[in-house]
């Protein structure tokens, strides 16, 4: 009896736990919301001579059920789709770090598995004359190279980069 005690006990310490941290996590500014201090600032006393450093690097991953899967009676298409986010900013303090606005994302193919990359967007943030600038990626400057047999990748270069810029992508 002390032993299902114990794992009662243990179980609910843990949702208590995950619970907590799962409400206490930072939250993600939304796409083109601009922090005007980090902009302007050129060092960032929590990275002490640094290039440059991400604002904030967040992801998400979950499962959609493909809908065609139930019209189709061929059945030949997968029940689930994988859909993976990822946005993220990056500060630049010096020259080495425009690098960073280089983008690459890998994706892989075989057969009928088909990995897709879309509805991205990228801005390169600036201080001019002390007015924010958006410099927004045009589509016509990403593509997409064959790597492989089965890899590819789409690349672009954020536009008009340079050192104080903020780049957002997602």
């Known amino acids: 009896k002390s032993n299902k005690m114990k794992s009662s006990n243990l179980l609910i310490i843990l949702t208590i736990f995950i619970s907590f941290t799962s409400t206490s996590q930072k939250k993600i500014p939304r796409y083109g ?7 302007i600032e050129r060092s960032n006393e929590n990275y002490p001579g640094a290039n440059g450093y991400y604002i904030f690097d967040s992801g998400e991953t979950y499962f959609e059920i493909d809908k065609l899967y139930f019209k189709d009676d061929s059945k030949s298409g997968s029940l689930f789709t994988i859909v993976s986010k990822r946005h993220f900013r990056i ?3 010096k020259e080495e770090a425009l690098y960073l606005g280089e983008i690459i994302i890998p994706f892989y193919r075989e057969n009928q598995t088909k990995e897709k990359v879309y509805n991205i967007k990228a801005t390169t943030y600036n201080m001019k004359d002390g007015k924010l600038v958006k410099a927004k990626l045009p589509k016509d ?21 340079e050192i104080g810029s903020i780049i957002e992508v997602t």
């Open 141 to 161: 400057l990403m593509y997409t190279e064959e790597i492989s047999e089965n890899w590819s990748r789409v690349k672009f270069k954020l536009p008009e980069m």
């Open 33 to 39: 919301k601009i922090d005007k201090k980090v902009l």
């Open 91 to 93: 500060k630049i303090l």
